[in-house]
């Protein structure tokens, strides 16, 4: 990467300020050991559901609420969240940042469990947008899940998926890597979606199923 081009991809991640409110759920994410997603991630997350205003959104992945947040404030006062997580301690930390935030615990549906037993009973074609920032070793097994459930005109959301840098690189074959890559291929091979891979952070691809 050049030195302009570096300076560029710099200056575009330090352009969001956060408050407080998101700067303490990041905060309660260090003190569990969990990697939140970036500001330059969640301003994405905020922005991209302020403009498709969705009803009715899944994520893969709690965390302390970092993402959950950046959804809930991007989404209108109709709209609710599934949030997935197999850690209740986590969950318990997210609902916090939502009850600080001033978020109705109404809206919220959380869900103690693997992503891979939780997805299969969701409604098929019930979503408006599907998030995924869980282990990346199940990325594949999240991707093809979440095209069930998403609506005709909605979207999917990956996030890591470039793997730190290791997608591109076709003799890197961990498990994570393998997976990540095999997720994107899934989707670019699927005639009823559009996708856009995005380098913000980590990789975000983002993937628009055909309206009918």
């Not at 200056?11 to 956060?18: I, L, N």
């Not at 969640?42 to 992945?61: C, K």
């Not at 891979?197 to 983002?206: H, K, R």
């Amino acid at each position: 990467m050049s030195t302009d081009k570096r300076s560029a991809w710099s200056y575009a991640e330090g352009f969001h300020s956060e408050d407080e409110l998101m700067l303490t759920a990041r905060e309660r994410a260090r003190e569990l050991g969990i990697e939140s997603v970036a500001p330059s991630v969640a301003a994405a997350l905020t922005v991209t559901a302020t403009a498709i205003a969705p009803l009715h959104v899944v994520e893969v992945g709690t965390g302390a609420g970092v993402s959950s947040l950046a959804l809930l404030r991007g989404m209108g006062p109709q709209g609710s969240l599934t949030t997935i997580d197999p850690d209740v301690e986590h969950l318990r930390t997210a609902r916090e940042t939502f009850v600080a935030a001033g978020i109705s615990l109404s809206r919220i549906r959380s869900i103690a469990g693997r992503g891979q037993d939780v997805l299969p009973r969701l409604t098929t074609g019930a979503y408006d947008l599907v998030f995924i920032d869980a282990d990346r070793e199940s990325a594949e097994e999240y991707v093809d899940m979440s095209t069930r459930i998403l609506k005709s005109g909605g979207l999917l959301i990956l996030h890591h998926a470039l793997d730190s840098g290791r997608v591109p690189q076709p003799a890197v074959r961990s498990l994570s890597t393998v997976s990540l890559r095999n997720a994107a291929r899934i989707l670019q091979e699927r005639d009823d979606f559009t996708t856009f891979l995005s380098p913000v952070s980590d990789g975000l691809l983002l993937a628009a199923k055909r309206p009918r």
